[in-house]
């Protein structure tokens, strides 16, 4: 998927078959409640538009957590 590479017009196509190669099925394959965690904006976007999953990035998760022990 690439980052950038996989959003740009002239190589998109050719991101979401990478991402359909092994990624964007295994997502799918998780159970409901599995965390994804995915820090890079065009990352996280790929996944969530065609993995259908909701991904948190890892300052989401630290801050969470840290309001979870206050």
Same mark, same amino acid.
């Given at each position: 998927?690439?980052?950038?590479?996989?959003?740009? $017009?002239?190589?998109?196509?050719?991101?979401?078959?990478?991402?359909? $190669?092994? #990624?964007?099925?295994?997502? $799918?394959? #998780? +159970?409901?409640?599995?965390?994804? #965690?995915?820090?890079?904006?065009?990352?996280?976007?790929?996944? +969530?538009?065609?993995?259908?999953?909701?991904?948190?990035?890892?300052? +989401?998760?630290?801050?969470?957590?840290?309001? $979870?022990?206050?």
């Amino acid at each position: 998927m690439a980052g950038a590479f996989g959003m740009a $017009r002239e190589s998109f196509a050719t991101g979401k078959a990478i991402g359909e $190669r092994v #990624l964007l099925p295994r997502v $799918r394959e #998780l +159970e409901a409640n599995a965390l994804i #965690l995915a820090n890079g904006f065009s990352c996280r976007e790929q996944i +969530e538009l065609y993995g259908g999953r909701k991904t948190t990035h890892i300052a +989401e998760l630290l801050r969470d957590r840290a309001v $979870r022990r206050s």
